[in-house]
């Protein structure tokens, strides 16, 4: 998605890596994209400070999701079944905010042009410079996001229902953090939870993923101490005065 928005869109500040809204932009511009998915963990407070803040948020099916890999850690799977369901609550909370824009993984992906007309329509005050489906003719990743991305490519929908090449992960994903049917059904990935015969006689993998420890209590309060003091500093620290002050100072 964030190469989508940095190709198709006018958008004159973006990050190499991705970058938390809690730190203070690279340099000054009309518009900044930036990305990281904990940040779904403090974003509420900033919707509130932040007035000119819009937040594309990407739902997937969390089958999908307990069983994607990442090139930068190949001998596990990325996220845990309960980060997906922590993160998805938050995201609950705000699903009527008016500049939170949620996104299905599996629509972008299998109409990418339509989704970019729907967020055009959410973000009038981007031009549009590309359709979505052609942006890998067009686009020219960071090598840090050309291996994220694994390779420059078209948007491609081959990935959606990946989960049926990793059942022993999926098992033991839900007997370890709880069934997931209701959601399959709330957000129209299923109709009812006959699709859970294909997990039967399985053996479920109950391994840790990458990024167990971003769903622990512990990590989420620490998160969310202060926050309200946080989105403050972020809504002065994103200012036009604070950044020309500190290209003032870098230039001596």
């Known amino acids: 998605m964030m190469?989508?928005?940095?190709?198709?869109?006018d958008i004159d500040v973006t990050t190499e890596r991705e970058r938390r809204i809690t730190q203070t932009p690279p340099r000054r511009g009309k518009t900044l994209l930036t990305k990281t998915p904990k940040d779904i963990i403090?974003?509420?407070?900033?919707?509130?400070?932040?007035?000119?803040?819009?937040?594309?948020?990407m739902m997937r099916d969390p089958r999908d999701v307990v069983v994607s890999m990442h090139p930068w850690d190949e001998t596990r799977y990325w996220n845990d079944l309960n980060i997906w369901k922590m993160w998805t609550e938050?995201?609950?909370?705000?699903?009527?905010?008016p500049r939170f824009i949620r996104v299905h993984y599996e629509d972008l992906v299998t109409n990418p042009d339509q989704?970019?007309?729907?967020?055009?329509r959410r973000l009038p005050?981007?031009?549009?410079?590309?359709?979505?489906s052609t942006f890998y003719q067009k686009a020219k990743p960071s090598?840090?996001?050309l291996a994220a991305l694994k390779g420059l490519r078209p948007v491609s929908a081959k990935s959606i229902g990946n989960w049926r090449n990793h059942k022993e992960r999926l098992a033991g994903q839900i007997l370890r953090h709880g069934p997931i049917s209701g959601e399959l059904v709330r957000y129209g990935y299923e109709n009812d939870n006959l699709w859970e015969k294909e997990l039967e006689g399985v053996k479920p993998d109950v391994r840790d993923g990458h990024h167990a420890f971003f769903a622990t209590e512990k990590y989420v309060k620490n998160k969310l101490r202060w926050n309200k003091l946080r989105a403050v500093r972020v809504l002065i620290s994103h200012s036009r005065w604070f950044l020309f002050l500190r290209e003032k100072l870098r230039r001596g």
């Open 115 to 120: 989704v970019q007309e729907m967020i055009n």
């Open 42 to 57: 403090v974003i509420k407070d900033m919707l509130y400070f932040m007035e000119n803040l819009h937040v594309i948020y």
């Open 125 to 132: 005050f981007l031009a549009k410079t590309a359709r979505f």
């Open 143 to 145: 090598a840090y996001n």
């Open 3 to 9: 190469e989508l928005m940095a190709n198709c869109f």
């Open 90 to 97: 938050m995201g609950e909370e705000l699903t009527d905010h």
